[in-house]
C-alpha cells in the first residue's frame, strides 16, 4: 500500500445536531494526497459546520476523524494544526495592527532565550514562506497597509508554518480580483503537486471545475454523492446540489413600465459621487455596475438618509423630497437592503420575527402594546413567500444561513410595501440555488410594479435582472445602457473609465 | 456530569442559573442563621435593597442600550441633599418635582454626550461621577442637611411608610420593575432598545432612531435616581453630601447578577430584581452570620464571577474553551 492510497484525511459518518437543528446527518468525506477535493452545496448545507468539525471548534455527536489513516480526536485549531489539516477562513482573521511576519507565526513566534522573540529568525522564516507563495511584500509589513488580495496570503502562508497534509480553502476568491485568483490557483497547483491534500470549497462552478478532481456535494446536511470533476458537467452538479436543474435565462415577458417613481438630478456628495442623476420607474429594475469603490452604495446611503448630499434633488413620485435619516426615508416608501447582512442588515442575537418587523415596530401595536398577532403575520407571510428555512420565529437570526439571513431582511424591507426599493449586492456569499431564487424575486417584484435598484459587481447578475444598467467608476455616472444594447465589453470599457467613442 | 448537564440543558440553566443560586443562598442562611428567615429580617432587607434596586432597573435598560451608567451613584447624593434641603426651604410639593428636574437634567447631558454625540459611555459617566459630587460638595458647602420636623411631613410616607403593611419602598420597588418589565417586553421602546444595543449600525438601517434611544435610556436612569432619592432622602430624612458612593459598583454588579450582558442586547428586568435581592441577602446573611461587613465584597464579586461564568459557559456549552 503506497501513501498516495492511503487517504490524507476521512471523515466518516460525521453527525453534528445544534437544538432544533440536524446540521450534519452521517457525511463521509476523504481527500488524498495531491488532490484538490470540492465540496459543494447551498448555505445552511453544512459545509462550513463540517469544516469547523475537522478544524475541532466543534465536536461531533456521532463519526470519526481519520488523518493518515488513523483515527483522532480534535478538540481544537492548534490541535488541527499540529496534526497537520489547516483551514483558510471565508473571513480573514489577521491582526491588522501587527506585521504579516507576526500574524503568520501568530501564537507560535520563534523565541530566544528568556522568552524574547526572535525577530530575525521570524522575518527570515516568514520571507521563505511569502517567496514561496511568489508575494510581492516583505514579511515586515503591516498587514493593515496590505491589499485585500495580499492579507489573503499572510492566511494562506500561515497554513505553510507546519507541514501541512490537508489545507482547506473556504471561499477563497470571495475578495479578489481576476488577476490575484490566477496566483490563487498556482498556489494551489503548487501545493497539490507538493502531495498536500487540499479541500476548496466555492460557490463558483467555473472555479471548481478548473481546479478540482472530485467534487462532493451535501444538501440540507446530508451526503448528496461524489463526483469525479473530469467526468461530470454543471448541470449534473447543480441537480445533485438543490435537486433541480436551473432556470438561467432572463426574464423575456415585455416589460411593461408605469410612471417614473424616483428621478436624482446633479446629486453630489465629494468626493464620493458628484453629479448623478437618473430615474427609476415603476415596474423596472434599474442595475448598478461598476467596480467596488465606485460610489453605488453611497448614493444608495444617502437616498436612503444615512448621508447629507452637497448638492442636488430627489423626486420621489414627482414630488421634490428632502432625506435627511433613515426615518425620512422610510417614510417615504424607500426600504434599502444594505451590503453586508452581518453588519448592516440583521440584530444578530435577536430572533427572526423582531429583526423583520424592526422598521415598522412603533406601528404594530394593540393599544401602547407590541401586537403579538400583527408582528407573526408579516413574518408568516413573508417566511411563506420567500421560503425562509427556519424551526420558528424564535430561532436567533445569527444562527441561520447567509441565504435564509439575506431572505429575512428582503422581508423586511418588502414588509415595508416600499414605493422604491434598492438592493445592495444581493447575493454576496449566497449559493447558487438561493441566487436564482433571489433573481427571480427581484424580476417578480419589478413585474409586481416596485421601482427597484439593484447594485451588483457580478456581470452575469446585473444583465440577468436589470432592464437598464447605469455604469460607474469614480463617483460618476459614466453611461447607461438599456438591456437589449449592452454589450459586456461595453459595459467593462465603461466601469474602467474608458469614455464610448460612439455618439449616445 | 455539570458539563453534560449545561450542554444538555444550556440555555435553561443559563436563564434559571441565578434563581437557583438564590434558592440555595437563602437555604444556607436559614439553616446557618435562625433570624434570617423571619417576617421582620426578610421584609427589612428587602426595603433596604429598594434603593439600589430602583436605580439598578434604570441601569439595567441603559447596559440593555449598550451602555453603561456610572454617574448613578453621586447623582443619587445629588438628588437626596437636594431634595432633603429643599424640603425645608420651599416645602416638599415643590422640592420633589424640582429635584426630579434637576436630576432629568443631569440625565440629559448623559443622554445628549453619549447619545447625539456618540461619545464612549464609560468616559462621558465616569466624568459625570466627579463632577456631580462636585456640584453637590459646591451646593451643599460641605454642610450635611437634613429635615428639622421629620414626624409631621407627609415627604416620610416615601421611605418609611406603608401600604396595607407593605412598607412603601417596596411597592414603588416592585410597581417599578413590573411597569419596566412591560415597557421592556411588550412596546415598542423595549424592542428598539434591545436592537440598539445588539447591532446599532443594523439598527440605524432599520430606521431605529438610535441616538433618541441612546437619550431616553439615560432619561429613564436618572429618572430612577430621583425616584431613589426620594426613598432614601425620606427614610433618613437627611442626606449626607456622598450618601450614594459607591452605590455605581452595587447597582452593576446586581445587572451583571441578574445576567445582563455588558455587551448589550440582551437583559432582563425581572432577573434584574433577583441580582439584587440576591446581593441584599448575601450582605444581610453574612452579617446574621456575625462576618464582619466587608466579607460581603469579596462574597459579592465570587458570586457575580461564578454567575458569569455558567452564564458564558452555558452559551459556548462547555466549562472551558479555547474559542468564543
Known amino acids: 500500500m503506497t501513501d498516495t492510497n492511503t487517504p490524507a484525511l476521512q471523515l466518516q459518518g460525521i453527525v453534528k445536531t445544534f437544538p432544533g ?33 475537522l478544524a475541532g471548534m466543534y465536536q461531533p455527536n456521532e463519526g470519526r476523524i481519520l488523518i493518515g489513516g488513523q483515527p483522532v480526536q480534535i478538540s481544537n485549531p492548534i490541535e488541527a494544526k499540529a496534526q497537520g489539516v489547516v483551514l483558510i477562513h471565508q473571513e480573514l482573521s489577521l491582526v491588522p495592527e501587527m506585521s504579516a511576519a507576526e500574524n503568520i507565526y501568530l501564537g507560535e513566534l520563534p523565541r530566544k532565550g528568556m522568552g524574547r522573540v526572535n525577530w530575525k529568525e521570524l522575518y527570515a522564516r516568514s520571507n521563505a514562506i511569502l517567496e514561496r507563495l511568489k508575494c510581492r511584500f516583505r514579511a515586515e509589513v503591516t498587514v493593515a497597509n496590505l491589499s485585500i488580495a495580499n492579507q489573503q496570503m499572510v492566511e494562506i502562508a500561515r497554513a505553510l508554518t507546519v507541514d501541512a497534509r490537508v489545507v482547506v480553502f473556504d471561499e477563497p476568491t470571495a475578495s479578489l480580483t481576476d488577476a490575484e485568483k490566477v496566483v490563487l490557483f498556482d498556489i494551489i497547483n503548487d501545493l497539490k503537486s507538493q502531495g498536500v491534500g487540499i479541500v476548496y470549497i466555492s460557490h463558483r462552478m467555473d472555479e471548481i471545475f478548473t481546479l478540482s478532481d472530485r467534487i462532493t456535494v451535501l444538501r440540507d446536511g446530508q451526503y448528496r454523492g461524489t463526483l469525479t470533476t473530469a467526468e461530470t458537467d454543471e448541470d449534473a452538479v447543480t441537480r445533485l446540489m438543490i435537486g433541480r436543474s436551473l432556470d438561467l435565462s432572463r426574464n423575456e415577458a415585455a416589460p411593461d413600465f408605469g410612471k417614473t417613481m424616483l428621478e436624482v438630478r446633479n446629486l453630489s456628495c465629494a468626493p464620493l459621487f458628484e453629479d448623478v442623476s437618473f430615474t427609476v420607474r415603476e415596474g423596472e429594475v434599474v442595475g448598478f455596475y461598476g467596480l467596488v469603490g465606485a460610489g453605488r452604495t453611497e448614493i444608495a446611503e444617502t437616498l436612503f438618509g444615512l448621508r447629507t448630499p452637497d448638492s442636488g434633488q430627489v423626486f420621489i413620485d414627482g414630488q421634490e423630497v428632502t432625506i435627511a435619516s433613515a426615518q425620512d426615508a422610510i417614510g417615504l416608501g424607500i426600504s434599502l437592503v444594505p451590503e453586508n447582512r452581518k453588519e448592516q442588515g440583521l440584530v444578530l442575537q435577536m430572533n427572526c420575527r423582531d429583526n423583520m418587523t424592526l422598521p415598522q415596530v412603533h406601528n404594530l401595536r394593540a393599544g401602547p402594546f407590541l401586537s403579538n398577532g400583527a408582528e407573526l403575520a408579516i413574518f408568516d407571510k413573508y417566511r411563506d413567500k420567500l421560503e425562509i428555512k427556519t424551526p420558528s420565529w424564535k430561532q436567533t437570526a445569527g444562527v441561520l444561513s447567509g441565504g435564509n439571513q439575506q431572505k429575512i431582511v428582503i422581508g423586511k424591507w418588502l414588509s415595508m410595501q416600499p414605493r422604491v426599493l434598492i438592493v445592495d449586492e444581493p447575493t454576496r456569499g449566497i449559493d447558487v440555488g438561493s441566487k436564482s431564487e433571489i433573481h427571480q424575486l427581484l424580476r417578480d417584484l419589478a413585474s409586481q410594479g416596485y421601482a427597484v435598484i439593484v447594485i451588483s459587481s457580478e456581470m452575469p447578475e446585473v444583465l440577468r435582472v436589470s432592464d437598464r444598467i447605469v455604469a460607474m467608476y469614480h463617483g460618476r455616472v459614466m453611461r447607461e445602457f438599456e438591456i437589449d444594447d449592452v454589450t459586456e465589453d461595453s459595459l467593462v470599457q465603461a466601469i474602467s473609465g474608458i469614455k464610448a467613442s460612439e455618439p449616445a | 456530569m455539570l458539563i453534560d448537564r449545561l450542554k444538555a440543558g444550556g440555555p435553561a440553566i443559563a436563564k434559571q442559573g441565578i434563581l437557583v443560586a438564590f434558592i440555595l443562598f437563602m437555604i444556607v442562611f436559614s439553616v446557618m442563621s435562625d433570624r434570617f428567615m423571619t417576617t421582620g429580617n426578610v421584609m427589612s432587607v428587602f426595603r433596604q435593597a429598594t434603593i439600589i434596586g430602583v436605580i439598578a432597573l434604570g441601569v439595567t435598560i441603559v447596559v440593555i442600550g449598550g451602555n453603561l451608567d456610572l454617574s448613578v451613584g453621586s447623582m443619587l447624593s445629588f438628588a437626596t441633599v437636594l431634595v432633603v434641603d429643599l424640603h425645608d426651604k420651599i416645602g416638599p410639593e415643590l422640592a420633589i418635582p424640582v429635584m426630579v428636574l434637576a436630576t432629568l437634567c443631569l440625565g440629559a447631558i448623559n443622554g445628549f454626550l453619549i447619545g447625539i454625540l456618540r461619545l464612549n459611555s464609560l468616559i462621558v459617566t465616569l466624568g459625570m461621577l466627579s463632577v456631580i459630587q462636585g456640584l453637590v460638595l459646591i451646593y451643599s458647602g460641605g454642610q450635611n442637611v437634613d429635615i428639622a420636623n421629620q414626624t409631621d411631613t407627609w415627604f416620610r410616607f416615601f421611605g418609611r411608610g406603608a401600604i396595607f403593611g407593605v412598607a412603601t419602598p417596596i411597592i414603588i420597588f416592585l410597581g417599578l420593575a413590573l411597569v419596566f418589565h412591560v415597557i421592556m417586553t411588550r412596546m415598542p421602546f423595549g424592542r428598539r432598545v434591545i436592537a440598539v444595543g445588539g447591532n446599532p449600525t443594523a439598527s440605524v438601517f432599520s430606521g431605529v432612531p438610535r441616538s433618541r434611544v441612546v437619550f431616553m435610556t439615560y432619561l429613564i436612569s436618572a429618572l430612577c435616581v430621583a ?33 445582563t450582558s455588558l455587551l448589550g442586547g440582551s437583559g432582563s428586568i425581572l432577573r434584574t430584581v433577583l441580582g439584587v435581592l440576591m446581593l441584599a441577602f448575601i450582605q444581610n446573611g453574612l452579617i446574621l452570620m456575625g462576618q464582619p461587613y466587608y466579607t460581603q465584597w469579596l462574597v459579592t464579586w465570587a458570586v457575580i464571577i461564578i454567575a458569569v461564568w455558567l452564564d458564558v459557559a452555558a452559551k459556548r456549552g462547555r466549562l472551558f474553551s479555547p474559542i468564543a
Do not use: C
Not at chain 2, 431613589?228 to 452605590?247: E, F, H, K, P, T
Not at chain 2, 455605581?248 to 445576567?259: D, F, K, N, P, T
Open chain 2, 227 to 259: 425616584v431613589a432619592a426620594m426613598i432614601l432622602g425620606s427614610r433618613v430624612m437627611g442626606s449626607q453630601n456622598n450618601v450614594g458612593q459607591g452605590y455605581e459598583l452595587q447597582v452593576l454588579a446586581a445587572v451583571i447578577l441578574g445576567g
Open chain 1, 21 to 53: 437543528v440536524r446540521a450534519l446527518d452521517g457525511v463521509d468525506f476523504d481527500v488524498r494526497p495531491g488532490e484538490v477535493h470540492a465540496l459543494l452545496g447551498e448555505n445552511g448545507a453544512g459545509k462550513s459546520t463540517l469544516m469547523k468539525v
